[in-house]
């Protein structure tokens, strides 16, 4: 069961995408190390089996969702390397997962001239192997593997995968938000209580500051810059977080009035946004309650943008890809722009170090470009960090909904995961690890075992609460891998053996100078008084029976005035028999006769 | 295959008719029966199979059973219960004992014993539960009688070991609605009683199944809401229950923390895992914070909501609410709000575009960061971010209730509330403007805030907007710039969306008056005016101008040097402006000028008001002259009408006292011009002038007393006998007239019983007032009363003739606060010359928006009415959703009217108008003689014939120009 959740760990392990992302630094190393240009884009496969076949080692391959660095290498792995099992998506990111994967094929084969990859009818065969699966729809894989989805915000489709064989679950979170955005809910999980939550932890040291103040401050520049004129270039790249904004600026626009036009630029996202309008129900609570009106992604105010709007006079708001200024439309769009000191551009995201967009925010205003161009920039450049990731806070609240036996925390740097796994520990007592590529964990479960139970030691046992637990006394018999809960009798029975009898004898002094049976007689009337609840007999041979237990009286034979009270039981009797010999210590009370 | 389906159906059709049938004549037989108990008896022995026995049991539950027969009814469905094999039907049976001790009249005790004892032998758990629930029944209608409950108690207590959990949920139900409450001082063994039953509740709080845990918890609810004070003992097993799996029971045990934390907010609790201890409602309020970041909404929600009524919690916990530890890369870092604030102490504008201004200053220890907290922190933080915008508004609302009693803590919740307004959602945007209007006086806006605020003024929303104007007018600026802001984002306001002129001066008003020497500064800016040049002189008419003028001459109220930057245009602009739009232009001292009104000094109470005591005067005055000649009574009323109407017009306070005095003089005058004697004694040709003339009076007088009942607020029992004193002289009036016109006695008959049933009516609802109406008509009329029973009609007209013109005139004393209600349409305006365009035998919306003063209850009686030009009118109901209530006494309705027509060959005029709506049987009159018939003689119920419904028009009507087009073929 483990090989499935190590796989996928691999797949979004580390891809080598447009521009590496340097916030899930922890499992690159291993990537580097392989001297291959393939192999370097796609994580290494060998590492599950060594050598043979995956479809032999994998029972299946679950994708939570269609961001490139957790489904790139799917038509590499299934296709390349060869692997026929089955693959689960949720509906959204089976849609949207083809058209990423597409781009990324013509980016790196017709732009880059890469070879050796991945064809377009690779990606279509690869598809075919998809299973889609509904939220909350538990699915058998085999006889004993199920999987189940969770809600897990992010972007569209994104899901939380449980997976479990019998009573033992794993919870694999991927990529989740746990605040929820202008067109997304929050991630949500029951208490399921796995044996292991193998979580994210992007922002393992981050607590961020309320969305809105951000969500504010953005539409406020935009709304000022508008306003005054000027044009705003937000730089996105096509999926995620281009939503969100768009659906942000969009509202804006409707509650403010405004006429300033809006545009996006075409291509993929057209076809992005058809499927967001079509999967409404993975979308927040108000686009949800609001959709029968209008559905929100049926924009009023944004429209396709075309390149000679970029020339047009007058204010205007442009989503032009990629997001970080360093090729392709946004940055044509930024050099027209960027003499105006009235323009601005939002940086809505992280920006890699090289590209124009990291210069410009670093506060560079002389952009050296191709052909030893010098472009100065007197526009506005901004900063709007709007990301999709939970905050150590929500992480933490995850955990707690989950309420897991043990925490494993991946997708992150070393330092940072290091303070979240103390304050996991410290605040919820469970064992979280953090294990580097390649090396091993070990978790110890607490698994329940069924046993079978005979009927007529069970009804002999549960007399009236069938529901409540109970001690109850049997022998359990450990014989061809199963395991048997019989009564002694029918254990001593099956397995041939004669029952012992073991019995307890205690001897306890009294100083009584009467007769012996006028002792007996006291210790009967004693112990009839103290023991209401049990049977005490007297029996004629001047023994006195206690349930089972016997208590014989004989004088010492040296001192006449002692008496020594002969108390036996047997071994099922302990707890009577020992409280017995207790009380007779303390000796008789004074009797008034 | 079809024809044999269709055969099929056939049979089938045929087999559900003869069923029909048969049920047809079981009813039948059934009628005829004497007794309704012999009846079902006869069913019950009849049923041959279980099935049988439920459909009668059935079929019986629809119909009432008279209080008389109830207890042999229950006896009979015993018999039947103890013979019956069925668990259906004796579960039937079950619910309909409970049904029948329901019934009004019937006291259950005589059948409880034998409710006991059906639980004996019951072995099926669902009847048992149902058996239980009728105890409950039986139990809640003798809640008087304790050893009963005790007894039944006792039965419940029984019953908890049950491994159902039904039965177990009806006999903690049982417990919590009947268990003894009682402060147990005076029985000992009572108190020990109460003390078992917490504890027996107490002890199912662990049971296996989550309905029982929550019934459980409930019950412990319901013994606290009957006034039982619960142990503080069960305060640790309520906190744990807050863990439980079950979103029910988390979400009971969060209101019953809550119920603790108000009983002993301060006690002493241990905190777990430390040697400290705090107030008990401090760690009530740390726990219910942490259920604001549940896994259920549903919890969420109540957690919020319940946090707003926790005002004695300590004010290090509340403030801990707002606060998130934020950090970046583990430094601690700054939030938004307070780089704001200290932009803004700092003295500098706002930088913050460049990156990394928000980059994370010093170090933070990891020890020290808690990051699920036991304590509140940041929990109004997420409940504000929730998803749920449910979550979102229960945490504004309590946001508001702690704020208004904490000044420190609605000066910190400020931030939160602000960043609120730019909610996805208008429900919640609203909402937190109406709640930062409810603690504005604990705060001061700065300017960063302010701005955000005003933001928020371009909104598209008109129900945003007004709150936000009514928002600006309780708020309080702390700089002359935050003024000059505001005043601009309003000229804006204005600029972009013109309807909103009269919310928009209002709020000016308000905003002038509160900060007289922040507009001090900036009057030579506002004005325009230069010292060495003269400006040209601005648009009168320009509303923008206005604004700023109201702004300004508010302001200048108390502000006595403002008048001296003042150039002359303003000041005549001052004189125009006070004399058109009074209501906004406070009068002002001038130098050097007239004064324009007299001001008038806040000192003098309403009743030293001269124009209140001109009213009362010109009453007086009417009501003395008792023996004038009837031409000068005419006079005097018409004068006086002539008065009071002007009076009313000109003081908006007294309106509706002058109007509502004006009509019940003119109602007066009415009655004198009808029976004037001169006309009356003319010969019969000429009948028929007088009988137009009085019976077009008798018919006003009487829509004018209903106008006067039904149309104004504060309308006490004193001024209603009198209006129906007019009402029954106008129907007087009618009868006379009735009888002198048409021939022949027979009709007569029946008018005048009628007359004299309404005079016994006014006696019956009025008998407490009558003394105070001596020598009025009706005191005359029912001293003649035993005449008039027996007298001939024609003899009857007579008298009443005489006694109509014999009779005095009755003094209206008016009341304290009177209000007429009035609405005026704001929306359509009918000035537009587009007609609406629509395809006849369509509909067509139209949107109408209209403001509503003193209405009661305007979802009951508020209509629209649509007139269409060939006479057609339209009755439209609005939903009650449609009405809002800004403030106290108004209401807005903003509703859609649906309009369709056959098809018109041009445009045409439609009449929209708002009517009232009234029913006599709904005014307070009626509601008395329905509670003093109540229990004397219920026969004598209230007539319903007596209830006349009608509407009163009482606003403009506007015209809407329309088109239906034919439709194209």
Redesign the interface.
Same mark, same amino acid.
Do not use: C, P
């Given at each position: 069961m483990l090989d499935v959740v190590y796989c996928f760990i691999l797949i979004e392990g580390q891809l080598v995408t447009e521009i590496p992302k340097s916030s899930s630094g922890h499992h690159k190393d291993a990537a580097e190390q392989t001297p291959s240009r393939l192999e370097r884009r796609f994580p290494d496969f060998s590492y599950i089996t060594q050598n043979g076949r995956l479809t032999d080692f994998l029972d299946c391959v679950i994708i939570s969702h269609f961001h490139l660095d957790h489904c790139g290498a799917l038509p590499y792995f299934s296709e390349m390397v060869g692997y026929d099992g089955p693959i689960y998506m949720t509906h959204p990111t089976k849609a949207i997962c083809p058209i990423l994967l597409e781009d990324y094929r013509k980016i790196t084969v017709d732009k880059k001239g890469e070879t050796n990859f991945f064809t377009s009818q690779m990606i279509k065969d690869c598809m075919k192997k998809v299973v889609a699966v509904h939220l909350h729809q538990t699915v058998q894989v085999d006889e004993e593997l199920e999987i189940k989805a969770y809600y897990a915000g992010h972007v569209l489709g994104a899901a939380m995968f449980q997976i479990k064989v019998g009573c033992e679950s794993v919870v694999y979170t991927g990529d989740y938000n746990m605040t929820p955005d202008r067109h997304l809910g929050a991630a949500w999980i029951d208490k399921c209580r796995p044996d292991l939550l193998i979580t994210e932890s992007t922002y393992a040291t981050t607590i961020r500051d309320s969305k809105r103040c951000r969500e504010r401050d953005f539409l406020k520049k935009v709304h000022e810059t508008v306003e005054r004129g000027g044009k705003v270039l937000i730089p996105v790249f096509a999926l995620g977080r281009a939503q969100e904004l768009c659906i942000l600026l969009e509202t804006f626009w409707e509650r403010m009035n405004l006429k300033a036009p809006i545009y996006f630029s075409t291509g993929l996202t057209e076809k992005a946004n058809h499927y967001y309008k079509l999967f409404i129900t993975w979308t927040n609570q108000k686009i949800r309650k609001t959709f029968v009106q209008r559905n929100m992604f049926e924009f009023k105010h944004i429209k396709a943008f075309d390149r000679a709007f970029a020339d047009n006079p007058g204010p205007m708001v442009v989503f032009a890809t990629p997001g970080m200024l360093h090729a392709g439309q946004s940055l044509q769009i930024f050099r027209k722009w960027a003499g105006n000191e009235k323009n601005m551009v939002i940086m809505p995201g992280y920006c890699v170090q090289g590209t124009v967009g990291h210069k410009i925010l670093s506060g560079q205003r002389k952009l050296e470009m191709e052909g030893r161009q010098i472009l100065e920039v007197k526009m506005q450049v901004e900063y709007m960090s709007f990301s999709a990731h939970a905050d150590a806070k929500g992480i933490m609240q995850l955990i707690r909904q989950a309420e897991p036996r043990n925490v494993l925390l991946v997708h992150g740097e070393a330092k940072k995961m290091e303070f979240l796994k103390q304050k996991i520990e410290q605040e919820f007592h469970v064992n979280c690890y953090m294990p580097a590529n390649g090396e091993t964990t070990t978790i110890f479960t607490n698994p329940s075992i069924p046993v079978d139970i005979s009927l007529g030691l069970l009804k002999r046992e549960t007399a009236i609460d069938a529901k409540k637990p109970k001690l109850m006394h049997g022998t359990l018999i450990m014989k061809d891998n199963s395991f048997r809960l019989v009564s002694p009798e029918q254990a001593l029975k099956e397995l041939g053996l004669a029952e012992h009898q073991l019995r307890f004898t205690c001897r306890v002094h009294i100083q009584d100078p009467r007769k012996e049976h006028e002792t007996v007689l006291r210790v009967y009337n004693h112990l009839k008084g103290v023991l209401k609840d049990y049977s005490v007999q007297h029996l004629p041979d001047g023994s006195i029976t206690v349930e089972s237990i016997l208590i014989q009286a004989t004088a010492h034979l040296e001192d006449q005035g002692t008496k020594v009270l002969l108390v036996s039981w047997t071994y099922q009797d302990e707890e009577l028999g020992s409280y017995l010999t207790s009380l007779l210590k303390k000796g008789l009370p004074q009797s008034t006769s | 295959m079809a024809a044999h389906l269709k055969k099929r159906v056939y049979e089938e059709f045929t087999k559900v008719v003869q069923q029909q049938h048969e049920d047809l004549s079981a009813k039948k037989l059934r009628l005829t029966k004497p007794s309704k108990s012999a009846a079902l008896h006869v069913d019950l022995c009849k049923a041959t199979s279980p099935a049988d026995a439920l459909q009668y049991l059935l079929q019986f539950a629809r119909k009432p059973v008279e209080v008389e027969s109830v207890e042999g009814v229950v006896r009979i469905l015993l018999e039947h219960y103890y013979k019956e094999n069925d668990a259906s039907v004796r579960l039937k049976i079950a619910s309909l004992l409970g049904l029948l001790s329901k019934t009004p009249g019937f006291s259950p005790d005589c059948i409880m014993d034998d409710a006991i004892n059906t639980l004996q032998n019951e072995k099926s758990h669902q009847v048992l539960a149902q058996l239980l629930d009728t105890l409950l029944v039986i139990g809640t209608k003798l809640t008087e009688n304790p050893s009963v409950r005790m007894r039944l108690v006792e039965v419940a207590c029984k019953h908890l070991t049950d %491994?159902s959990h039904g039965v177990r949920n009806k006999c903690l139900q049982l417990i919590g609605c009947l268990g003894p409450v009682e402060k147990g001082v005076a029985k000992e063994a009572e108190s020990q009683a109460a003390k078992d039953v917490q504890k027996i509740i107490g002890d199912h709080f662990n049971d296996?199944d989550p309905r029982v845990r929550t019934a459980a918890i409930k019950a412990m609810l319901q013994l606290h809401e009957r006034g039982l004070k619960l142990q503080q003992a069960i305060y640790g097993q309520a906190c744990k229950l807050l863990a439980d *799996?079950y979103e029910q029971v988390r979400s009971a045990a969060v209101q019953l923390i809550w119920v603790l934390s108000q009983l002993y907010p301060e006690s002493i609790v241990p905190i777990p895992s430390s040697n400290e201890e705090i107030r008990l409602v401090d760690d009530a309020f740390g726990k219910i914070c942490h259920m604001v %970041?549940d896994?259920s909404w549903v919890v969420r929600v109540q957690a919020a909501k319940l946090l707003g009524s926790m005002q004695q919690v300590s004010s290090h916990f509340l403030e801990q609410t707002l606060d998130?530890?934020?950090?970046? $890369?583990?430094r601690r870092?700054r #939030?938004?709000?307070e780089r704001a604030k200290e932009l803004y102490s700092s003295g500098e504008f706002s930088s913050?575009?460049?990156?990394?201004d928000d980059a994370p200053k010093e170090e933070i220890d #990891?020890g020290a =960061? @808690?990051?699920?907290e036991s304590g509140a922190c940041?929990a109004f =933080?997420h409940g504000? &971010? *929730? &998803?749920?915008?449910e979550v979102r508004i229960a945490a504004v609302e309590a946001l508001c209730m702690l704020a208004q009693s904490s000044p420190s803590f609605a000066e910190k919740c400020l931030d939160?509330l602000v $960043?609120?307004f @730019? *909610? &996805?959602?208008e429900e919640v945007r609203l909402q937190s403007i109406h709640t930062m209007r409810k603690i504005s006086n604990n705060i001061t806006l700065r300017e960063d805030q302010l701005d #955000?605020v005003l933001?928020v003024l &371009? *909104?598209?929303?008109r129900d945003i907007r007004e709150a936000l104007h009514e928002l600006l007018c309780c708020t309080n600026v702390s700089t002359k710039e935050g003024i000059h802001l505001a005043l601009v984002e309003l000229l804006k306001n204005l600029t972009?969306y013109p309807t909103d002129r009269e919310s928009i001066w209002k709020c000016l008003k308000f905003l002038g008056s509160r900060h007289p020497t922040l507009v001090l500064p900036l009057v030579p800016e506002l004005l325009s005016t230069h010292p060495f040049f003269d400006t040209p002189e601005p648009d009168m008419d320009d509303p923008a101008y206005i604004a700023v003028l109201v702004l300004i001459f508010n302001a200048a109220k108390s502000c006595p040097t403002m008048p001296a930057l003042f150039s002359d245009h303003t000041f005549r602009h001052y004189a125009y402006l006070r004399d058109s739009l009074s209501h906004l232009v406070p009068p002002l001292r001038l130098p050097g000028r007239k004064l324009v009104s007299s001001p008038v000094s806040p000192s003098i109470t309403p009743h030293e008001d001269p124009s209140q005591q001109f009213l009362h005067q010109s009453l007086e005055r009417v009501y003395n002259l008792q023996h004038l000649d009837p031409q000068g009574i005419q006079e005097l009323l018409e004068f006086t009408i002539r008065d009071l109407q002007r009076l009313g017009e000109l003081q908006s306070e007294l309106a509706g006292m002058a109007d509502f005095t004006a009509t019940y003089l003119q109602c007066q005058l009415l009655l004198i011009k009808a029976l004037q004697e001169k006309l009356w004694n003319v010969a019969a040709p000429l009948y028929l002038k007088q009988n137009a003339l009085a019976s077009a009076a008798a018919k006003q007088i009487l829509e004018e007393t209903y106008k006067m009942e039904f149309m104004y607020s504060g309308v006490e029992s004193r001024q209603v006998v009198i209006i129906h004193h007019m009402r029954l002289q106008a129907k007087a009036l009618q009868l006379i007239v009735t009888a002198r016109t048409t021939r022949g006695v027979e009709p007569l008959f029946g008018m005048c019983e009628k007359f004299l049933q309404e005079v016994d009516s006014f006696q019956r609802c009025f008998i407490s007032e009558l003394p105070q109406m001596q020598g009025s008509f009706v005191d005359k009329l029912l001293d003649l009363m035993p005449r008039l029973v027996t007298s001939k009609p024609s003899e009857v007209v007579k008298i009443l003739q005489t006694t109509l013109r014999q009779s005095t005139f009755l003094h209206l004393p008016l009341p304290e606060q009177l209000h007429r209600a009035s609405a005026n349409i704001i929306e359509p305006t009918g000035e537009s010359d587009n007609p609406l365009r629509f395809t006849s035998g369509l509909v067509v919306a139209l949107d109408v928006d209209a403001t509503l003063e003193h209405v009661q209850d305007p979802q009951g009686t508020v209509k629209v009415q649509v007139l269409y030009p060939d006479g057609q009118a339209q009755l439209i109901h609005p939903k009650p959703a449609d009405f809002r209530n800004p403030g106290p006494g108004r209401h807005r309705l903003i509703t859609q009217v649906y309009l369709s027509h056959t098809a018109w060959t041009e445009p045409c005029q439609i009449e929209v108008r708002l009517l009232l709506a009234y029913n006599s049987n709904r005014s307070k009159a009626a509601a008395k003689i329905a509670k003093s018939t109540w229990n004397e003689s219920p026969e004598a119920l209230p007539q319903p014939e007596n209830g006349i419904e009608g509407t009163i028009p009482f606003s403009k009507p506007v015209k809407v120009y329309i088109m239906p087009k034919p439709a194209r073929r």
């Open positions: - | %491994s296996q *799996d %970041s896994g998130k530890k934020l950090m970046s $890369d583990l870092k #939030t938004a709000h913050g575009r460049k990156w990394g #990891t =960061v @808690n990051l699920i940041g =933080v504000l &971010e *929730d &998803e749920m915008y939160f $960043d609120m @730019n *909610d &996805e959602i #955000t933001a &371009e *909104d598209s929303s972009k």
